[in-house]
């Protein structure tokens, strides 16, 4: 959001809605200190505080449908974040060779937040690691390492470094609609897995020229839109974080009860 348009959205009265980004657990040291603690990368803070948004950062823990209600509940919207593998269990695959370790506490935490964020139609986005768990969850499966079906490291070079490639976005799509006139988005790339049959629901909008699936929509709910590449990784483009923060604010005044007076009843 550029500074007009935040001076635009405060003169409106307009709410920054509270957008909750799953995290991970990983070993860090600070001072002293070297112990186990929520990790995620200020690129998504960013992402979601440039377009008129409040990042709530959600570590992985023991969450039951009601326990994943009660966060839901508490949001405008949702990022499911990139990170490590989906454990090849949640969709009937033994492991490949070159597939991390599972993250079970994360897989588990961010299946029943996505749950119930269908169930309640809380606007959400998946990025990267957030698109393959969407749809494991509905069903699918995924290639476990991307090199053996398309001969070569492109999709993830290594080392952090992203890959940006042009994608053009399907017309008529939820997520044309956030690109605008221009379907066309940079699509940085770091996944060296990739979505293979396509979950119940979901519908894809984008591929690469080698048939790559690169983003899906679950066609249920009114926001819920997932990217297997970075968008977070380009500051100059911030359109889909934008989509989010909108439908989020829409979903908040959604459930805002009613102001006005009640009618007074007739003599």
Request: charged share 25%.
């Amino acid at each position: 959001m550029s500074v007009s348009e935040s001076q635009a959205a405060s003169a409106a009265g307009a709410v920054r809605p509270l957008i909750g980004i799953t995290s991970y657990l990983e070993q860090a040291q600070t001072g002293v200190w070297d112990v186990r603690a929520s990790f995620l990368p200020k690129v998504y803070l960013d992402a979601v505080t440039d377009v008129g948004g409040i990042a709530i950062v959600l570590p992985p823990q023991p969450a039951d449908p009601a326990v994943a209600r009660s966060i839901v509940a508490s949001l405008d919207g949702l990022i499911l974040s990139g990170g490590a593998d989906v454990d090849p269990a949640r969709y009937a695959q033994e492991p490949h060779e070159r597939t991390g370790a599972p993250r079970t506490d994360r897989d588990g935490f961010e299946a029943a937040l996505l749950d119930a964020a269908i169930e309640a139609e809380l606007p959400f986005l998946g990025i990267c690691r957030g698109a393959q768990v969407l749809n494991v969850e509905r069903g699918g499966t995924l290639i476990q390492h991307l090199p053996d079906a398309v001969g070569d490291d492109r999709y993830q070079l290594g080392d952090g470094v992203f890959n940006p490639i042009e994608v053009e976005v399907d017309e008529g799509s939820r997520l044309a609609g956030l690109l605008g006139e221009d379907l066309r988005a940079r699509a940085h790339l770091y996944h060296h897995q990739a979505i293979d049959e396509v979950g119940d629901g979901l519908t894809v909008t984008s591929r690469t020229a080698d048939g790559v699936i690169e983003s899906i929509e679950l066609d249920s709910v009114p926001f819920g839109v997932a990217v297997q590449w970075h968008p977070e990784e380009n500051p100059e483009d911030r359109r889909i974080f934008k989509g989010l923060v909108r439908a989020a604010r829409e979903h908040r005044a959604s459930r805002a009860p009613s102001t006005a007076a009640p009618a007074k009843e007739q003599p």
